[in-house]
């Protein structure tokens, strides 16, 4: 499954979803409610998941038809999403990279290079330069190999929520010392 066939389909179905909404919308009489907005894009959404030809999206679809109205608006959900991938394409995976530990940082976990303290911290992100130069291609930044990130802290779930809510990378435990509240994660592009 290639990173811009997944992006494409997620886009427009998403897209699609929005203008059938908006289409409901303006044909009604009255002020449609969260609620119902909510359902007239569960309704439009749902069928799609037994299809096919959206088998590289099925997850994402079933989150939005369970979300119902527990999580607010789906609307603002799925133009989030559509404006977040429609900023993907033109960004290499290097900058995919530092808008990540952008994220991360602003959730509260600081970044830095391995080399630059002898001991880690705690709520500290740590990667090790030579890996992240080898994990990238010289001549376009595509990701040739898994980026290791390596923290040490008692706000795991916090952390993985963050890695959660980012779109460019899918990641896998690694290595756990819970005693220690050590953890390794890679990331992986995705595909």
Do not use: W
């Amino acid at each position: 499954m290639s990173e811009q066939l997944y992006y494409k389909l997620l886009k427009s179905t998403f897209e699609n979803a929005l203008l059938h909404l908006y289409f409901k919308v303006s044909a009604s009489q009255s002020f449609v409610k969260e609620e119902q907005r909510n359902k007239i894009l569960i309704d439009f959404l749902k069928p799609k998941l037994k299809e096919q030809r959206y088998s590289l999206i099925k997850k994402n679809l079933k989150t939005i038809c369970l979300m119902k109205n527990k999580f607010g608006s789906i609307e603002k959900y799925l133009n989030g999403i559509v404006q977040q991938y429609s900023s993907i394409k033109s960004k290499s995976d290097v900058d995919k990279l530092y808008e990540l530990l952008e994220q991360l940082e602003k959730a509260g976990f600081e970044t830095k290079l391995i080399e630059e303290t002898p001991t880690q911290n705690q709520d500290v992100v740590y990667l090790d330069r030579a890996h992240i130069n080898n994990c990238f291609d010289e001549y376009d930044n595509h990701q040739v190999a898994p980026i290791s990130l390596l923290i040490h802290t008692e706000q795991i779930v916090k952390f993985t929520q963050s890695l959660d809510e980012q779109a460019y990378f899918e990641y896998e435990v690694f290595q756990v010392n819970k005693s220690l509240k050590s953890y390794h994660y890679r990331l992986h592009p995705r595909s």
